[in-house]
């Protein structure tokens, strides 16, 4: 048996790539699907080859580090969160990513494209998130500043793109990685239609490894969040946490709240509060709405 990785799957057929780089077809046994199990592009499988221009076996996936759903891939370690001056960016949906991804052992990180439109969005997006760690590069898919930079903080990880349509997601992968994947003219995106839905792929050069799709949902939305988890998602609160006055507290406005008070200091940016307790509202009601 081989090991190798699934980069791509057409049908009922996928490729799968081992260590040495040489592509291997490959059928799905028919054990996965009584267990409900469908292998994923991005996972990690053993498999027998089949004999010359025969296909071979799936034998078995092993375990997933983390899998998103839309688009469905398995083992994505980093999430390359894609905003731009425009459209206007949607930090809301930035810091839910953000959450979800953290939940999941995925790491973030927030790629601010378009500098020749605001050379200043990326500074102010940076100020934001330094307390929590997230980085922050300013580049320009078009000017190609700050490019080598990000490829660079992309390497070491499985990544995928992600964040609004239009940000420029998969004209920044085809400047990184010198590809021609489909960008901006939506009129063309709706003329080819849904019946050449492309699956994902994983692209594997100069050192990278990335999903060549780039997924608005890429992570579900969760109903089963405890309102009381949410805080645990946000970095930059530890170090204040159990300081607040009351033990429970879910800084949410609660007097001698510790989390506010550093943001009052500047220790925490207050537009992340801000959202967080935005996000807290959505996370209670879909708590209570769990049995719906
Ligand atoms: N001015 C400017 N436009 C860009 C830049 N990057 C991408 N765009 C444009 O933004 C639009 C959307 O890009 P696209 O890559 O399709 O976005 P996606 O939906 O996130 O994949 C296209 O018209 C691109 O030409 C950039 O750095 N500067
Ligand atoms: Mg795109
Ligand atoms: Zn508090």
Redesign the pocket.
Known sequence: MKKGTLIRGIGSYYTARDAEGSCYTLRCKKKFRRQGISPLTGDEVLFTPGEGEEHGWIEEILPRTSVCLRPPVANVGRLVI?IAPVPEPDMLLCDRLISRAGAQGIDNLIAV??A??DADLAERTAREYAPAGIPVFRV???TGEGLETLKEAMKGALCCLT?Q???????LLNAILGLELE??DISRKIQRGKNTTRQAELIEKDGLRVMDT?GFNLLEPEKKLEPEKLRERYPEFREFEGACRFRECLHDREPGCAVQAAADEGKIHPERLRRYRLLLQETREEWRERYD
Not at 165 to 171: L, Q
């Open positions: 894609v494209n378009k020749d439109l320009c898919a078009k964040g349509s239009g940000a420029g997601k998969s004209t960008t901006g780039a």
